[in-house]
């Protein structure tokens, strides 16, 4: 009887040590990364995506692990990128801000790379991933494409040609949009002088329609007495 209690014994011991030699064998592995928000959104159509660069939220990078499953806070740990940094940029500790310079959709992507398992079993460069969608909102005024904050009177319909990118703004203010938009316009008050300055990313190709004087190296654009709707063209190399 007790040789036989001591077979049992021996089993189980034997057993254990097993089940830790397969322990051993599969260890601890990331196997999925999740960002939280996973979307995040950013302005207004009632504002031009400037008025909204420094606004910022926190992301946070959650991963999951298996043998044994557990989710883990790896913000700290992960590597962070935005595709489009005129949108929105995200800094080492995951703080998403917004740029403003365009608008739209930006894809953010959280990545860890490495050679090992947590536990230094060889994972031959694995890549784990995770992305969120970032929006900055295009501004719209009401569908016109452009501001004017109350004012009425005659348009100026601004529409963007080339290839490059870059930015317009009004003086006095109402109109203020990035290339990436197409077209917009804003109303200003008859009868007024309107400036517009475009501040080119790459080189400036110039202005085109409804301007009364260029200057300014040619990157402002002077239209005076504006009494009727003008249109005016802006080209980005």
């Known amino acids: 009887m007790k040789g036989k209690w001591l077979s049992v014994v021996a089993l189980a011991v034997l057993g254990g040590l097993l089940f830790s030699v397969s322990s ?3 260890d601890q592995q990331l196997v999925s990364i999740q960002i939280q928000p996973n979307t995040e959104t950013f302005g207004s159509s009632d504002t031009p995506p400037q008025s909204d660069a420094g606004l910022q939220v926190q992301l946070r990078a959650l991963g999951t692990y298996i ?4 989710t883990k806070d790896i913000t700290s740990q992960v590597t962070w990128f935005s595709n489009d940094t005129q949108m929105m940029t995200v800094d080492a500790s995951g703080m998403l801000t917004a740029v403003g310079q365009s608008c739209g959709s930006s894809l953010v992507s959280a990545t860890v790379k490495t050679n090992t398992s947590s536990g230094g079993v060889s994972s031959n460069g694995a890549i784990v991933t995770g992305y969120m969608t970032g929006n ?11 501001g004017g904050g109350g004012v009425s009177g005659p348009r100026i319909t601004l529409t963007f040609l080339g290839t ?4 317009v703004t009004s ?9 990436s938009v197409g077209t917009c316009s804003a109303p200003f008050p008859s009868g007024s002088t309107v400036t517009l300055t475009a501040a080119p990313t790459g080189t400036f190709g110039g202005w085109g329609g409804g301007c009364d004087s260029v200057t300014g190296s040619g990157l402002i654009c002077t239209i005076n007495n504006l009494t009727a709707a003008r249109a005016v063209t802006a080209t980005f190399n």
Do not use: E
Not at 136 to 146: A, S, W
Not at 171 to 179: H, I, K, R, W
């Open 164 to 167: 490059g990118s870059g930015q």
């Open 136 to 146: 900055l909102v295009c501004f719209t005024g009401g569908g016109t494409g452009g």
């Open 171 to 179: 003086n006095p203010t109402g109109l203020s949009c990035a290339s």
């Open 24 to 26: 051993c064998g599969r």
């Open 67 to 70: 043998h044994p499953p557990v």
